[in-house]
Structure formats: C-alpha cells, structure tokens
T-cell receptor, first 115, second 114 residues
Framework: DTGVSQNPRHKITKRGQNVTFRCDPISEHNRLYWYRQTLGQGPEFLTYFQNEAQLEKSRLLSDRFSAERPKGSFSTLEIQRTEQGDSAMYLC?????????????FGSGTRLTVV | AQSVTQLDSQVPVFEEAPVELRCNYS??????LFWYVQYPNQGLQLLLKYLSGSTLVESINGFEAEFNKSQTSFHLRKPSVHISDTAEYFC????????????FGTGTRLQVTL
C-alpha cells in the first residue's frame, strides 16, 4: 500500500491555459474525493466519486472544472482557462464506503500557481 | 449542512507547555468529528476521531480531544508539546448518514518554540 499518490506535486501555468492533475487512490478504496485548499483556509470539498460514478459536486466546481474517474481507479481533475483565483493546493483523498468512519487518506496534494 | 469554527488561527506555545486548540461545530444532524494535522507541503493526516461511545478520544502521540455535545465542541489538547508538534491542525465534521464529505475548519497553526 503506497498511499494516495498525486501528480504533479507542483504546477505553474499561465492564465488561460488548461491544466490536468492526476490522483491514484489506495487500490482497495472505492471512494475518491477532491478538495481545494487556499492559503490560510481549510480544505474545501469539490467533488467525490464512488467507483466511477460522480455522486456529488460542490458549487465551487464551476463549469471550467471537470473531474473523471473512468474505470473507478485513478481520477483526473482538469481546469480549463485557468484564472489567478484557481491558485491553490488541490488535495485528493480516498476511502472505502465500509470504512469511511476511519477518515480519509489524503495525498500530498498538487500545488497550482497561475501567473 | 455543517460548519466548523476554529477561533484561533495561531497558537504560540513553549515546548513542554500544555496546549488546547479549540473547535466548535454546527450541525442539524448527528456528526462524526475529526482532527487532522498538516505538516508543511504535505497532505493531511488523521490525528484522532470521535464516532461514538466515550467522549474522550486519544491519539498515539499524546493528543486527546473531548466531544461535548451540549457545547458542540471538540477541543484538542496535549499536556506537554514538542517542537515536532509544530504544524497546522484542522478540525472536521461529517454527518453520520450516507453522505461522506468532510467539512473543515480554517485551521489553527500551532507554533512550538524553545
């Protein structure tokens, strides 16, 4: 068990460009979550998947954001036409529906800087 | 919907002194409560949790938290802190129902100095 893996660790992009992040959850976990954390704030929920189904999306997830989990394993989060306000740490976490009360396992995050 | 309030954004403390990090929550349904710790440039690690039963829960590294339903609080305490405890601490809640998303507070920066 290598934990939750996120790539890349850091991403610097110019405003208006598209970016994509990847998250590989713990293999036996069927739930996967995306959170966004800005400086001085706690993580804010963006969306979550159970297997390949996207079950909930936050209002924070504007139409420029899209997340997928095509085979119920890894997930990608894409941001189109990035804006400076998108600069944040993007955290992925996973859990199993039968053990969610143990809390999630978080990855180390992808830090996005939009210049 | 739930919300979490961590009133102290920063708590400076000397090594070996006791510390309390405050957490209050608001929810119209029953909740589970969690404390997470975040070291610089890392993800969040689960420190401890309250699910049910004893209202006092402990972690393996000396932290404890007490669930107080009447005061809707889940304060984190440690009787003697170490330099290595310097980190950001987040309190979080989730409903006991099928929804699984966590709602976090804004965090408290614990700064331990000699």
């Amino acid at each position: 068990d290598t934990g939750v893996s996120q790539n890349p660790r850091h991403k610097i992009t110019k405003r208006g460009q598209n970016v994509t992040f990847r998250c590989d959850p713990i293999s036996e976990h069927n739930r996967l979550y995306w959170y966004r954390q800005t400086l001085g704030q706690g993580p804010e929920f963006l969306t979550y998947f159970q297997n390949e189904a996207q079950l909930e999306k936050s209002r924070l997830l504007s139409d420029r954001f899209s997340a997928e989990r095509p085979k119920g394993s890894f997930s990608t989060l894409e941001i189109q036409r990035t804006e400076q306000g998108d600069s944040a740490m993007y955290l992925c976490a996973s859990s199993h529906e039968t053990s969610g009360t143990r809390g999630y396992t978080f990855g180390s995050g992808t830090r996005l800087t939009v210049v | 919907a739930q919300s979490v309030t961590q009133l102290d954004s920063q708590v400076p403390v000397f090594e070996e002194a006791p510390v309390e990090l405050r957490c209050n929550y608001s929810s119209s349904v029953s909740v589970y409560l969690f404390w997470y710790v975040q070291y610089p440039n890392q993800g969040l690690q689960l420190l401890l949790k309250y699910l049910s039963g004893s209202t006092l829960v402990e972690s393996i590294n000396g932290f404890e938290a007490e669930f107080n339903k009447s005061q809707t609080s889940f304060h984190l305490r440690k009787p003697s802190v170490h330099i290595s405890d310097t980190a950001e601490y987040f309190c979080a809640v989730r409903s006991t129902g099928t929804a699984s998303k966590l709602t976090f507070g804004t965090g408290t920066r614990l700064q331990v100095t000699l």
